[in-house]
């Protein structure tokens, strides 16, 4: 079974050194957006700062075959404004 790496890039490098096997490229792929969403829930208050982080899933040998971009920007609107702009629509 082919072997795939995940490496995160979000201001610093999280290189995944040990890899998982999946029997297909699909499959890793969906890995991938599972554990992109599990980082998000973690640690989402750390991403909205308008800075990209990403995912780069390589295969064994060092090739990239699929990457993940995120980013979220903070637009200010507290809460009470996010209740006046609705009442507005």
């Known amino acids: 079974m082919p072997r795939y790496f ?3 890039i979000d201001g ?3 290189i ?3 890899g998982t096997e999946f029997p297909n490229l699909r499959s890793a792929g ?3 957006i599972r554990l992109a969403g599990a980082i998000l829930r973690e640690e989402g208050d ?3 700062n308008g ?3 990403h995912m780069n ?3 064994a040998s060092g090739q990239s075959v699929l990457k993940l971009r995120f980013s979220a920007d ?3 609107i507290a809460p009470e404004e996010d209740q006046e702009i609705k009442a507005l629509a």
């Open 51 to 53: 800075e990209e982080w």
């Open 57 to 59: 899933l390589t295969d």
């Open 12 to 14: 610093r490098s999280i």
């Open 74 to 76: 903070d637009q200010g």
């Open 16 to 18: 995944d050194h040990e």
């Open 30 to 32: 969906g890995e991938a």
């Open 46 to 48: 750390k991403f909205w």
């Open 6 to 8: 995940f490496h995160v």
